[in-house]
């Protein structure tokens, strides 16, 4: 065997050294933690471990310090470092900057415990939530200019009441910085409180695209907001932060828009009922009028209260024409049924009836309308629609 | 057009509240024809002009913004 020139151990552990923390001065490296120790010295030393191999770790005191997340045995976590050789013991380890738990792991923890905080707080009580106004007139809404969101909810205002008036405050709803211009916007809303309610939200993207409507900054705005607030983030299954504090969670936008307005054509069917029932009562209440004057026929007070009659089915005629004008349009489907109503109240009307054929035949001292009150020989005023004649009433036949 | 306001109370709402009430009068039943006639004249007025609120189909979005001095302004945006 051929000796060559041999290096010390220092020497080849320096040259080991060099080699790996120079090919690796950052890294992000993923496993399970295990033999998690805080060292009374404040550093933190672990062991970061898959399926097959496992690399020694260690997080010096004053990055301690900085982990947001609770550490123990069995997270799986993402540890940003660089690789270090220990050379007294022959041993490379990891050396972390940084610690957190592995991808929606971490998220999910952030919800759950900002959630449980918000929970203690109240904020998420039925008895803080404010009532929605059944007919908005105006409508704020607080998403991305630019998103299918805003535009899904215009389609549906249009559709089902376009007369709501939309005030838009744009706003990032993603990324750095998304959830202060939120809450800013929330804010801004209520100081120019023009408008009856608030929808806040976007349309669907990944958990981390949603992730501005679980931070705390626009939880809190929510709270604070004096006007009620709808939330509508995502689809269906996102549900966020933003979703417990607001006074009504909408699933998605579209559904939002559909929430807070009635439809238009729902509401005209309601007011159709209730014009109907109006006439059909009042023409009731005019019939009854009607035949109590019927039973009056006969005697003398006869014409006075006919007088009055004839006034009041005026006034009923003069409505009926103006109805059948305006409520034209969106009576549309009960013109049918109007037209019948009005038939029926201008045949009650005494001209109309006159029109028919039938005649009134009045005496010096009043209407006639058995025959047995006619005294033979007596003259009288036949009254046809469109005029009188003079008559002779002969003997009865 | 700029300015701090606050919403329109809900005009609509009352409307339709007064409505309900007429019908609800005229289906009590012991009215007079002269009440009658009132209510149906006023319940005939009201009802046209909640339609007419409804029926108004111009759709208007605005967007709001603020300047420097905190003032709010509203401005016409496009029907996206």
Known sequence: ?397 | MTAKRTARTSSFEDTLKRLEAIVESLEGGSVSLDEALDLYEEGIKLSRECAERLRSAEQRIRKLTKDAGGQFALNDMNNA
Do not use: C
């Not at chain 1, 051929?2 to 060099?18: F, G, L, N, P, W």
């Open chain 1, 1 to 397: 065997m051929e000796e060559q020139t041999a290096v010390s151990v220092t020497e080849i552990t320096r040259q080991i050294k060099q080699s790996l923390e120079t090919r690796y001065p950052r890294v992000w490296v993923q496993g399970e933690l295990s033999n998690v120790k805080f060292h009374t010295s404040g550093h933190l030393y672990f062991t970061l471990k898959d399926e097959g191999a496992q690399i020694s770790g260690v997080m010096w005191r004053s990055r301690v310090q900085t982990l947001r997340s609770q550490l123990q045995d069995g997270m799986k976590v993402t540890v940003r470092g660089a690789i270090t050789v220990y050379p007294p013991r022959g041993a490379y380890q990891i050396d972390a900057e940084h610690i957190q738990p592995s991808g929606l792991g971490e998220l999910q923890a952030r919800f759950e415990a900002l959630k449980r905080k918000l929970a203690a707080e109240g904020l998420f009580d039925t008895a803080r939530k404010r009532v929605l106004p059944e007919f908005p007139e105006s409508i704020g809404i607080i998403t991305s200019e630019t998103g299918a969101a805003l535009h899904d909810m215009i389609t549906v205002f249009a559709r089902r009441m376009p007369s709501v008036e939309l005030v838009v405050l744009p706003v990032r709803v993603q990324g750095t910085g998304a959830a202060k211009e939120i809450a800013a916007a929330l804010a801004d809303m209520n100081a120019f409180g023009g408008v009856n309610l608030i929808i806040v939200g976007r349309g669907g993207g990944s958990l981390e695209d949603l992730w501005a409507f679980n931070e705390e900054e626009v939880a809190r705005a929510i709270a604070a907001s004096r006007l009620p607030v709808v939330s509508a983030v995502g689809h269906e299954v996102d549900v966020t932060i933003a979703d417990f504090v607001a006074d009504l969670r909408a699933p998605t936008p579209t559904a939002a828009a559909e929430l807070v307005v009635r439809d238009r054509r729902e509401l005209l069917e309601v007011l159709a009922n209730m014009w109907y029932t109006t006439r059909r009562r009042t023409e009731e209440v005019l019939r009854a009028e009607r035949d109590h004057l019927h039973q009056l026929s006969g005697s003398y007070a006869l014409n006075r209260p006919r007088d009055l009659l004839r006034e009041y089915l005026q006034r009923m005629d003069e409505h009926t024409r103006a109805l059948e004008v305006s409520a034209g349009h969106f009576l549309r489907h009960r013109q049918e049924s109007t037209a019948t109503l009005a038939g029926k109240l201008s045949a009650l009307h005494p001209k109309n009836v006159l029109k028919r054929g039938f005649a009134i035949v009045r005496a010096r001292d009043g209407v006639r309308t058995r025959a047995d009150e006619v005294v033979e020989g007596e003259s009288a005023r036949i009254e046809f629609h469109d005029g009188s004649v003079a008559a002779h009433l002969e003997k009865r036949l």
